[in-house]
């Protein structure tokens, strides 16, 4: 399976580099980088990133979700997570109809809180736990574990995991998570393989 992942994404690379461009030849590299080590097959790991892309154009759209909201979308296996915040009960409604209601989308995890729209400080803080915590994920000693298999969203402090993992990758996960500092929670959006 592995070989025909490495095979399909290379020759999609290829015609990238004959057309010439840099950028998806760079993003093209991480995207095949990233699938290798997925447990996703490759067309559920285009149609995640579809489905992010979607959904987040619906977001945009609606003017008064746009103006009054700050919302971020992360699928994993067509499950999407909501994170961020909205001013109000309706807005965080209508974000997850408008995104449950995108193709292929199997299930809406809205985690988004009603409130004050994070700062720029705050969620500078959020991108340094999440690489400290993919960075600790390799100390994980599983067999056949890899930490590219975790998906990491934080917000405000709350750490949202995503992957296909068994029950045990899962639990050394958040149990590692879990005594991090600067973690307040640990919500888990695993699907178990």
């Not at 590219?148 to 917000?155: G, Q």
Request: charged letters at 25%.
């Amino acid at each position: 399976m592995n070989r025909l992942l490495v095979t399909a994404l290379s020759l999609l690379l290829s015609g990238s580099l004959l057309q010439g461009c840099a950028g998806v030849v760079v993003g093209g590299a991480a995207v095949t980088a990233t699938a290798v080590h997925d447990r996703r097959t490759l067309g559920v790991f285009i149609e995640d990133q579809t489905i992010e892309f979607k959904a987040a154009d619906r977001l945009a759209s609606d003017p008064e979700i746009k103006a009054n909201s700050h919302i971020n979308v992360t699928s994993y296996n067509m499950v999407v997570l909501l994170t961020g915040q909205t001013s109000n009960e309706e807005l965080r409604h209508r974000a997850e109809q408008l995104v449950a209601g995108v193709e292929r989308v199997r299930r809406v995890v809205n985690e988004v809180e009603i409130g004050s729209i994070a700062s720029l400080g705050e969620r500078t803080r959020d991108a340094g736990l999440v690489a400290e915590i993919k960075f600790k994920l390799t100390g994980i000693d599983l067999p056949d574990f890899d930490p590219l298999r975790v998906k990491v969203v934080v917000e405000r402090g709350v750490v949202y995991l995503m992957g296909l993992l068994t029950h045990k990758e899962a639990d050394a996960v958040t149990d590692l998570v879990r005594h991090v500092s600067g973690v307040r929670r640990v919500v888990k959006v695993f699907e178990y393989y």
